[in-house]
């Protein structure tokens, strides 16, 4: 196999293992990265110009929120068919197509004139999103060597509070300056040029396979045991992380007197410190500690802090420095779980459609999470709102001790 490209690396266990010893190819990973991001930014972007859209576009709330849900929703629909479709279209193609229908979106989120319109193109949004993240992570898999593998994955596991962080600081910086349409048109630009970059850098690598044994249909999917399990747990991360990122201001206005402003900013810094969490856990992987020994950490850390958060009696600076210690924690646990799938599934033309899956359940909780944890908390209170949160992580822990001999 003397002279194979880099992006042939196949994962560990794979009868037709190519040559190892190649170095990673940082600058196109880079690459790859940066397409993650900007899917993400198409995320976090709305959040930020609600109230504008609100008064220009005579939008009432729950309209809004639907708009912001919209991509989340896309991902709950179509995401291990899009896991199948990146595998049989090629990666780089699926990444070029999904810049290439963010960048039309954003485009047309600039000159949109109605609501109706603005949730159709978020809905086009969405598809370029999913294709996107799905197709990265395969590619990440194949282009990093076996040293680098696990870590190169890890690091992905930044990428949607990376980009959510990149909306927001865009957002802070020129919206006051250029307004919500000359925010998209800077989101155009920026996920044109992305596309144009990745279609010279990436060139050649990760084509679309031809139909072979080891290719899976949906169902066949939803059927496997590990990787469902393993899916499962990340759906836990998502629920709880939506629940911090996006009840817990309304909890400290209600329950602890802040006002909403500073209850908003305070869960926005809490939550960027996901970014150090992942990049930690990239840091561990690299260094040996195994991906499960992570995941551990990131389900029952995030739960068991949750009774300091809820606690009435403790200070509402002991509840906020829980929330930020719940979010470093927790964001080990997507860096662990991309780091665990070559370990569950080492055949690499089943990584797209398992991504897939991931993506389906990961957007499954952060939709049913609010919802849930809204209708808990009104029947019970606020404090034992951690109850449910331990539940749930422990359902999730029962899953990975299914699994520990695989994904160890």
Known sequence: MAGSHPAMTLFRGSSNRAMTSAPTPWKRLGIVYLAGILAAVQVGVIAPVVPLLQHDLD???????????????????????????????????????GLALMTVAAGLSAVVESGGALLAIRALSGLGYLATVVACPPLIAQLANDRDRAFALALWGAFLPLGIAVAEGASALLLTDIGWRGLFWVNTAATALAGVVSMI?????????????????????????APLLLMFCFG????????????????????????????????????MLAIPGSLIAGALVRKGVAPIRLAWIGLSAPALLSILIFAPALSTPVAIAASALAMITGALIPAAVYAMIPRIEPDPKRFAPINGLLMQIGSGGTLIGPP?????????GWALAPVLLILISAAAMACLFAIRRQAA
């Open 236 to 271: 836990v991360f998502a629920f709880i992380f939506i629940v911090f990122a996006g009840v817990e201001p309304a909890y400290l206005a209600e329950a602890r007197g802040m006002s909403v402003g500073a209850a908003g900013r305070t869960i926005a810094l809490t939550t």
């Open 372 to 380: 849930i944890f809204a209708a808990w908390t009104d029947g019970l």
């Open 59 to 97: 939008l009432s709330l729950p309209f809004v929120s639907a708009i912001l849900s919209c991509i989340t929703f896309v991902s709950v629909v179509l995401g291990t068919v899009a896991g199948n479709w990146t595998n049989r279209f090629g990666l780089v193609r699926a990444i070029v197509v």
């Open 201 to 225: 850098m990436l060139r050649g690598l990760a084509p679309g396979a031809a139909p072979s044994d080891s290719d899976l249909s949906v169902w066949a999917i939803y059927r496997m045991k």
